[in-house]
C-alpha cells in the first residue's frame, strides 16, 4: 500500500524546493485525523469534488444567457479548463499539482447564476455588496458541509488560493498565483471560441498584433501563455509572465469586454432586466419570508443575519433552479 507518508515523501524528492509541500500545510481551522493514503491537499481537491456547490457549477452561465447549442461553456467546463492550465504550468515548474488542482476546482464555487450579470446584481442589492471570490471562500468555510457540520475544513493554502484567485491580493503559494493566471488565460481565449462559434465576431476582428504573438487558434494562443510562465517563472519564488504576452493578452481581455462581454447579441438588454428582475424579486422574497429557507439556511440566520443567509441562498442557485423558483412563486398558475 501507498501510505500519505510515502506520498509526502515523494513531494520531498520529485518537486521544486519552491513548491508547497503537504507535510508543510499551514493546516485546517479544525484538527483532524489524517487521511492513510492520501496527502492534505489531494483531501481538499476530493472534498470540493465531491460538494453539492460543485456539482451546480454545471447549470450556471459561463458568459452567454441561455444559449442554444451544446458546446458552450458553463461554469463548470470553465473550472475544469482552468484546473487543466493550472495543472500544466505547476507540472512544467516542478510545482505541487494537488493543490494547484485543489484552488482551481474551488476557485468558483460562490458564483451566482447568470454568470457576472447575476454577481453585478447581487453586489448592487446586497448590504456590503457582493464578490464572488468571497463568496466562494464563506462556500467551503460556513455553507458546504457533511454529517451536520457546516464548512468543508480545507487547508489554509487552499483556501487562500481560493479568495485571492482575483483582486489584487497575490496568493502566497505559486500554485494559488499560477490559479490567478491560469483563470484569465482560460476565461479569454475559451470566451473567445464561444464568440466566435456564435457569430458574435470573426478571427479576423480579433486584434492582428495579439494573434501575431500569441497564436491564430485556441490551442497555440494557450500554449504560447503556458509555455511564456514556465519560461518566465522558473526558479523564481513568484509566478509571472512576460512583457510582450502580459500586453497581449491584456489586449485581448480589453476588446473581449468592448465587443464581447457587454455585447448585445451576448447579453440583450431584455435579457438582462429578466435577470434583474428574477435575482432581485427573490432575494426580497426570502428576506420577508425567512421561513421558506431550506432549513440548513435557517439554522445561520441567529449567527450571521438574514441578509447573510438570503444573500448565500440566491448565489448558490443555478440558472434553471432560479428561473422555476421565481415562476413558482411569482406567475400565477394559470399564466403558466
Known amino acids: 500500500m501507498v501510505t500519505r507518508e510515502d506520498l509526502e515523501k515523494k513531494e520531498y524528492i520529485n518537486l521544486s524546493s519552491l513548491a508547497a509541500k503537504s507535510a508543510e500545510s499551514k493546516g485546517r481551522a479544525l484538527q483532524e485525523e489524517k487521511c492513510q493514503v492520501r496527502t ?39 473550472t475544469i479548463e482552468v484546473s487543466q492550465i493550472a495543472r500544466t504550468i505547476a507540472r512544467g515548474l516542478g510545482l505541487n499539482e494537488d493543490l494547484t488542482e485543489a484552488i482551481a476546482l474551488g476557485h468558483d464555487l460562490g458564483h451566482t447564476p447568470f454568470g457576472h450579470s447575476g454577481e453585478t ?9 457582493f464578490k464572488h471570490n468571497v463568496q466562494s471562500l464563506r462556500v467551503v468555510e460556513v455553507l458546504e458541509g457533511s454529517k ?28 494559488g498565483q499560477i490559479v490567478k493566471f491560469s483563470d484569465r488565460i482560460a476565461y479569454i481565449n475559451h470566451d473567445i471560441d464561444d464568440a466566435l462559434r456564435s457569430k458574435v465576431i470573426e478571427l479576423c476582428d480579433l486584434p492582428e498584433e495579439c494573434l501575431d504573438v500569441l497564436g491564430n487558434s485556441h490551442r497555440e494562443r494557450i500554449n504560447t501563455l503556458v509555455m511564456d510562465i514556465i519560461v518566465n517563472s522558473d526558479n523564481r519564488d513568484m509566478i509571472a509572465m512576460g512583457d510582450s504576452c502580459q500586453e497581449q493578452m491584456d489586449k485581448l481581455r480589453n476588446y473581449m ?5 457587454h ?22 422574497y426570502y428576506l420577508d419570508h425567512p421561513e421558506y429557507l431550506p432549513q440548513e ?40
Open 40 to 78: 492534505e491537499f489531494q483531501r481538499d481537491r476530493d472534498r470540493i469534488i465531491h460538494s453539492k456547490s460543485f456539482r451546480r457549477l454545471m447549470h450556471k452561465t459561463q458568459v452567454f444567457l441561455a444559449p442554444e447549442g451544446d458546446h458552450f461553456r458553463t461554469r463548470l467546463t470553465h
Open 148 to 175: 451536520g457540520k457546516f464548512g468543508m475544513n480545507l487547508t489554509a493554502e487552499v483556501k487562500d488560493g481560493i479568495v485571492n484567485h482575483t483582486g489584487p491580493v497575490r496568493p502566497f503559494t505559486l500554485e
Open 121 to 129: 446584481i447581487l453586489n448592487n442589492i446586497h448590504p456590503g455588496g
Open 297 to 336: 439556511r435557517q439554522e445561520l440566520i441567529e449567527e450571521y443575519g438574514i441578509a447573510e443567509v438570503v444573500k448565500d441562498h440566491v448565489a448558490g442557485m443555478t440558472d434553471r433552479y432560479a428561473l422555476n423558483i421565481y415562476n413558482e412563486i411569482f406567475i400565477p398558475k394559470g399564466w403558466k
Open 257 to 261: 469586454f468592448e465587443n464581447v462581454y
Open 263 to 284: 455585447n448585445e447579441k451576448v447579453k440583450r438588454h431584455e435579457d438582462l432586466h429578466r435577470v434583474e428582475i428574477i435575482i432581485s424579486s427573490l432575494y426580497d
